[in-house]
Nanobody
Framework: QMQLVESGGGLVQAGGSLRLSCAASGRTFSSYTMGWFRQAPGKQREFVAAISWSAGYTFYANSVKGRFTISRDSAKNTVYLQMSSLKSEDTAVYYC????????????????WGQGTQVTVSS
């Protein structure tokens, strides 16, 4: 079993920055892919970014490429999502997730989920 706890959400003005954290515990993570997803009201959960825990390979959704950066700190068992140049359309609940499958971008490929953290971007 793996536990994921997100933090760092909040209210920010358009053009601002925010960093989300996801603290992982309960299992060894070297073979996992860690992902960030988001879900806006009335919309489906969508992929944001993923990172392979062992090698640190990253992949981003086109909508956030160049603005968001996913990273991990193995010593702290923590994954981060640095968000910059935020837009109103980035407003959503952001979820951290873990998958035993490599670099997947669909929610159904992820085995463990955090509780989510709200990000609100005001225009």
């Amino acid at each position: 079993q793996m536990q994921l706890v997100e933090s760092g959400g909040g209210l920010v003005q358009a053009g601002g920055s925010l960093r989300l954290s996801c603290a992982a515990s309960g299992r060894t993570f070297s073979s996992y892919t860690m992902g960030w997803f988001r879900q806006a009201p009335g919309k489906q959960r969508e992929f944001v970014a993923a990172i392979s825990w062992s090698a640190g390979y990253t992949f981003y959704a086109n909508s956030v490429k160049g603005r968001f950066t996913i990273s991990r700190d193995s010593a702290k068992n923590t994954v981060y999502l640095q968000m910059s140049s935020l837009k109103s359309e980035d407003t959503a609940v952001y979820y951290c997730a873990a998958s035993v499958r490599y670099m997947r971008t669909t929610a159904d490929a992820y085995n463990y989920w955090g509780q989510g953290t709200q990000v609100t971007v005001s225009s």
